[in-house]
């Protein structure tokens, strides 16, 4: 099993920064991307960006050039740095581990942190 933990998210007002952390613990060693996503209401959950255990990075059109997402090996914590925020960012925020090989058996998720962006 691993588990996640998100912290950082909040209120900000349109063009200001958030960074959200996602602690991991448990059987990390199963675990070879990491990854944020989010769901809006009445929409369905989306990538918002991943990270291979090599460093490899993932981003939509929608978040490129405005979030940044990295790790710290150390710490077993992945970050999402949100800057340049718009109202449509606005969502829940969760946090993903998972096994590319094996996605059926190891898939995990945080229990999800709220981002408000005010216009």
């Known amino acids: 099993q691993v588990q996640l933990v998100e912290s950082g998210g909040g209120l900000v007002q349109a063009g200001g920064s958030l960074r959200l952390s996602c602690a991991a613990s448990g059987s990390i060693f199963r675990i070879n991307v990491m990854g944020w996503y989010r769901q809006a209401p009445g929409k369905q959950r989306e990538l918002v960006a991943q990270?291979?255990?090599?460093?490899?990075?993932n981003y939509p059109d929608s978040v490129k050039g405005r979030f940044t997402i990295s790790r710290d090996n150390a710490k077993n914590t992945v970050y999402l740095q949100m800057d340049s925020l718009k109202p449509e960012d606005t969502a829940a925020y969760y946090c993903?581990?998972?096994?590319?090989?094996?996605?059926?058996?190891?898939?995990?998720w945080g229990q999800g942190t709220q981002v408000t962006v005010s216009s």
């Open positions: 993903n581990a998972r096994n590319t090989y094996q996605p059926r058996t190891y898939n995990y």
């Open positions: 990270i291979s255990d090599g460093g490899t990075t």
